[in-house]
């Protein structure tokens, strides 16, 4: 099937998050690839996803998994060639698939060939002005220009070494020290990166997810972090005319080209200025990734996010896990059912049992919330994190950025599981002599796409159900809902024409309201009665 332009599709899409190093591997590598990828397309859309979402697959040293990029304009050989990509994109398109690029604009890698000769050039290159050099502070320039912690923890600044051997200026970077920060007050960074833009747009891309996209703009005086005063580099002012200028780009080109922020903010109206009909055209919602299992936190999460899109017009979206945070079905089987990086620890038990249930629930749930949703890859086969991942295999600059009190982000990014009893499940081609770059779990393999294909109780089935009956519901999607009474501890909402989603998050069963048909359950029912953690679809009358 081909894509036919209609209302924007990003208003109402299910996308897939695809990880390229952990979904499949092509070569033979131990790594995934673009050839991988290609080769496992009928999986998703036999999934129903109306798009895909790469995470970054550039030409990168890979100190932080390829958020540390030297080549916006290529592909690093470990996943392939831009050849390759230039066909993916184009089979997608032939599959009704569209595709989502991740551009990282905060920062680059250390091998950038701007930061290189920055460095290279010693005090008066020209590029330094390109990124965030200062001298240091106190005698000799010993002490960093700030005391600001990075979003990985730890300090933010590094010192160079000039030319001549004698140590230099620092240059700043909010995560890991191979990842300058860019200046964003610069001209010719903003040039570039609109470059990059349209050098994307031109090969076919749909859209454009930006990383870290809150963090760009920096105030020059450099102040430390204050509670009572704007923060020095998080959602500063000076960003929204940067997303003005990529949003005309965007605007420019044929078929409703889209911009999806990454925009972790607590405060819903400055979220919202990201989405002003000028700027972005879409944002992650962070709020309700991390929202309690409970249904009081969710239903004001829920409310909260509707009501801060309204009056932009921008659709909201529904995530439940991503490529950063703990996978949802661990989550959810802890007795903190919430995600925070400030409280994600080792050593936490966990009921996985009843994880994979809530889980399920919480699939239905955000498929039937007004918006676009988001799929994060493995979530269809009810994968949970992996925790046990040897010290010596750990990868994630986090892990040791923290002092090794984060366990990092390895245990959501393992490689998926496709067929077979033993590791790599699939992952590689068989006789592939290489391992895969993270270990899997031997108890995955009843969490292979082929065990679970065909059973009408598995998690996989659930997914594809639940995408069928949203692409072919016209209450579904973009829209809006109206709350329905209901028991204490249910979620009950109405989307028209006809449809009504119940979630029991008590630990009673309860009565399902009159309706004409069951349309879907995420587990199974208790006769005309809806079990704890359990959630339905149901066809009822229009208002």
Same mark, same amino acid.
């Given at each position: 099937?081909?894509? +036919?332009?209609?209302?924007?599709?990003?208003?109402?899409?299910?996308?897939?998050?695809?990880?390229?190093?952990?979904?499949?591997? #092509?070569?033979?590598?131990? @790594?995934?690839?673009?050839?991988?990828?290609? *080769?496992?397309?009928?999986?998703?859309?036999?999934?129903?996803?109306?798009?895909?979402?790469?995470?970054?697959?550039?030409?990168?040293?890979?100190?932080?998994?390829?958020?540390? +990029?030297?080549?916006?304009?290529?592909?690093?050989?470990?996943?392939?060639?831009?050849?390759?990509?230039?066909?993916?994109?184009?089979?997608?398109?032939?599959?009704?698939?569209?595709?989502?690029?991740?551009? @990282?604009?905060?920062?680059? *890698?250390?091998?950038?060939?701007?930061?290189?000769?920055?460095? =290279?050039?010693?005090?008066?290159?020209?590029?330094?002005?390109?990124?965030?050099?200062?001298?240091?502070?106190?005698?000799?320039?010993? /002490?960093?220009?700030?005391?600001? &912690?990075?979003?990985?923890?730890?300090?933010?600044?590094?010192?160079?070494?000039?030319?001549?051997?004698?140590?230099?200026?620092?240059?700043?970077?909010?995560? %890991?020290?191979?990842?300058?920060?860019?200046?964003?007050?610069?001209?010719?960074?903003?040039?570039?990166?609109?470059?990059?833009?349209?050098?994307?747009?031109?090969?076919?891309?749909?859209?454009?997810?930006?990383?870290?996209?809150?963090? /760009?703009?920096?105030?020059?005086?450099?102040?430390?972090?204050?509670?009572?005063?704007?923060? $020095?580099?998080?959602?500063?002012? #000076?960003?929204?005319? @940067?997303?003005?200028?990529?949003?005309?780009?965007?605007?420019?080109?044929?078929?409703?080209?889209?911009? +999806?922020?990454?925009?972790?903010?607590?405060?819903?109206?400055?979220?919202?200025?990201?989405?002003?009909?000028?700027?972005?055209?879409? =944002?992650?919602?962070?709020?309700? /990734?991390?929202?309690?299992?409970?249904?009081?936190?969710?239903?004001?999460?829920?409310?909260? &996010?509707?009501?801060?899109?309204?009056?932009?017009?921008? $659709?909201?979206?529904?995530?439940?896990?991503?490529?950063?945070?703990?996978?949802?079905?661990?989550?959810?089987?802890? %007795?903190?059912?919430?995600?925070?990086?400030?409280?994600?620890?080792?050593?936490?038990?966990?009921?996985?049992?009843?994880?994979? !249930?809530?889980?399920?629930?919480?699939?239905?749930?955000?498929?039937?919330?007004?918006?676009?949703?988001?799929?994060?890859?493995?979530?269809?086969?009810?994968?949970?994190? +992996?925790?046990?991942?040897?010290?010596?295999?750990?990868?994630?600059?986090?892990?040791?950025? *923290? #002092?090794?009190?984060?366990?990092?982000?390895?245990?959501?990014?393992?490689?998926? $599981?496709?067929?077979?009893?033993?590791?790599?499940?699939?992952?590689?081609?068989?006789?592939?002599?290489?391992?895969?770059?993270?270990?899997?779990?031997?108890?995955?393999?009843?969490?292979?796409? !082929?065990?679970?294909?065909?059973?009408?109780?598995?998690?996989?089935?659930?997914?594809?159900?639940?995408?069928?009956?949203?692409?072919?519901?016209?209450?579904?999607?973009?829209?809006?809902?109206?709350?329905?009474?209901?028991?204490?501890?249910?979620?009950?909402?109405?989307?028209?024409?006809?449809?009504?989603?119940?979630?029991?998050?008590?630990?009673?069963?309860?009565?399902?309201? %009159?309706?004409?048909?069951?349309?879907?359950?995420?587990?199974?029912?208790?006769?005309?009665?809806?079990?704890?953690?359990?959630?339905?679809?149901?066809?009822?009358? *229009?208002?």
């Amino acid at each position: 099937m081909s894509i +036919v332009d209609s209302s924007p599709w990003w208003r109402s899409a299910v996308i897939y998050q695809v990880y390229p190093r952990s979904f499949a591997d #092509g070569n033979g590598d131990g @790594v995934g690839d673009v050839a991988g990828i290609r *080769s496992r397309l009928d999986h998703l859309a036999a999934l129903g996803v109306d798009a895909i979402w790469y995470s970054p697959w550039y030409p990168s040293p890979m100190a932080d998994a390829g958020y540390d +990029v030297s080549d916006y304009r290529d592909i690093d050989p470990v996943f392939g060639t831009l050849t390759e990509v230039e066909a993916l994109i184009t089979e997608a398109h032939a599959l009704g698939i569209r595709t989502i690029v991740d551009v @990282v604009p905060n920062h680059c *890698s250390d091998a950038h060939p701007w930061f290189r000769a920055a460095l =290279a050039g010693g005090p008066d290159a020209p590029e330094r002005e390109l990124f965030w050099f200062r001298a240091g502070r106190g005698p000799g320039g010993d /002490l960093p220009p700030t005391d600001w &912690t990075g979003e990985f923890g730890g300090p933010t600044w590094t010192r160079t070494t000039d030319p001549d051997g004698t140590p230099g200026d620092w240059y700043l970077h909010l995560f %890991a020290p191979q990842q300058p920060d860019f200046n964003w007050d610069h001209p010719r960074v903003r040039a570039e990166f609109e470059a990059i833009l349209r050098f994307w747009f031109d090969r076919g891309v749909d859209g454009i997810r930006i990383d870290s996209a809150g963090l /760009l703009v920096k105030d020059g005086t450099l102040p430390e972090v204050h509670p009572d005063r704007p923060h $020095p580099f998080r959602d500063q002012d #000076g960003v929204h005319d @940067v997303y003005r200028a990529w949003r005309r780009i965007a605007d420019s080109y044929p078929g409703e080209r889209a911009l +999806v922020g990454e925009v972790w903010l607590p405060d819903r109206q400055r979220f919202a200025h990201y989405l002003r009909p000028d700027e972005l055209h879409t =944002a992650f919602n962070f709020d309700f /990734l991390g929202c309690a299992w409970d249904a009081t936190a969710l239903r004001e999460s829920i409310d909260g &996010t509707l009501a801060a899109h309204a009056p932009v017009g921008a $659709p909201a979206t529904w995530v439940l896990s991503n490529h950063d945070v703990t996978r949802h079905v661990t989550r959810y089987g802890r %007795a903190d059912t919430t995600f925070s990086f400030a409280a994600k620890r080792e050593g936490i038990p966990t009921d996985l049992e009843l994880g994979t !249930r809530r889980a399920r629930a919480a699939a239905l749930l955000s498929l039937a919330l007004p918006g676009a949703a988001y799929v994060y890859q493995g979530e269809e086969l009810g994968l949970w994190e +992996v925790e046990d991942i040897p010290y010596a295999l750990r990868q994630d600059p986090m892990w040791e950025r *923290s #002092g090794r009190v984060d366990p990092g982000r390895d245990g959501c990014r393992v490689p998926l $599981p496709w067929q077979g009893d033993d590791p790599p499940f699939g992952f590689s081609p068989e006789g592939a002599s290489a391992a895969p770059w993270l270990p899997q779990p031997a108890e995955w393999k009843d969490r292979t796409v !082929r065990v679970q294909t065909g059973d009408p109780h598995s998690m996989l089935e659930l997914y594809r159900a639940a995408l069928a009956r949203r692409r072919a519901e016209p209450a579904l999607g973009d829209g809006a809902l109206t709350w329905l009474p209901a028991a204490d501890r249910v979620l009950a909402f109405a989307r028209e024409p006809g449809f009504t989603c119940l979630v029991n998050l008590g630990h009673e069963a309860v009565p399902l309201p %009159a309706h004409e048909e069951l349309l879907l359950a995420s587990g199974p029912l208790d006769d005309d009665r809806l079990p704890p953690d359990t959630a339905v679809w149901l066809r009822t009358r *229009s208002a």
